[in-house]
Structures are given as C-alpha cells and as structure tokens.
C-alpha cells in the first residue's frame, strides 16, 4: 500500500464582470476568474483569512462580494481536503499574500552622500544627524509652528 501523494487543488474564485459602455453594457460573459475569495466568503464557510491561507486558498482582501458560488467551492474543497489528508496525503502549500518588490528609479539621483544633496535635503546644519526621519518631523514641527515659508505657502497654511 503506498502512500497517496496527490494533494487536493484549492478551487478558483469567481467574480462579476463588469459592465462596459463600450460593450453596450451586455459584457461577453457574466463571471470571471478572481484573485481570491473575499473576505466574507471565507468566513461564510466558518474560518478566518489567516486559517484560509494556511489550507492554500487565495484570500483577495479587496474584493467585498459574497457569491454564493465560491462559498459552495470553499465548502466543497475543505471536505475533499479533510477525506485527502485523513488517507496520508500532503497538506497544501501555504497561499500567503504575494510580495510586491518596487525596483527604484535608476533616472533619479540619491540626494543624500554628496554635500549638495544634503543641503538640498536639509541635512547639512544638522552635522551628524544624516538621517531622512529627523528632517521630515523636524519639518512637520516647524508646520505646526507655522515658521519657514511652507507654513504660508504650498500647504495651505496662513
């Protein structure tokens, strides 16, 4: 007797197509494939957003639409994965949310090693007080004071 290796897959979310003047307001198909189940969704079937993501399902924290489709689809997955994990199999990887890397700018210069851009940022009379975090409550300090020409002129104070 070997050992089942085959996990059950977790299900795809459906969600609402929207409607489009250009398509005369009939879209070409009533649903598509989501992101994720929303968040009511998942708690519909009785677990939390963390728990889901642990059973491998994708929780779309967005979308605020319940279908009673995809509760049907959740509902159906948990007892297939119930029956596949009491027989040996593997419990499904973990679907936790997708990490967004932000490359930077290679156009833009850092202002913040050249004597230029320390003055240029605010840093150059604070001696070594280099860091961004200082200038910017620093700044915020001096708003509240209404001192320095930002008080009277870009934001709006009098």
Known sequence: MGEVTSSVEPPEAVAKVPLLRSQGGLPPRTTREARGFSVGEVKAVGLTVREAR???????????????????RLRQYLVEL?????????????????????KPDPSRVFKGKTMAGRRARGLLALKLRYTHHYKWKRKQRERLLKKRHEATRHKGGD
Not at 54 to 72: A, I, Q, T
């Open 82 to 102: 119930k029956k596949a994990l009491e027989q040996g199999a593997e419990p499904p990887e973990p679907a936790l949310p997708k990490e967004v890397r932000v």
């Open 54 to 72: 642990l059973l491998g399902v994708y929780v779309d924290e967005r979308r605020k639409s319940v279908h009673e489709e995809n509760v049907e």
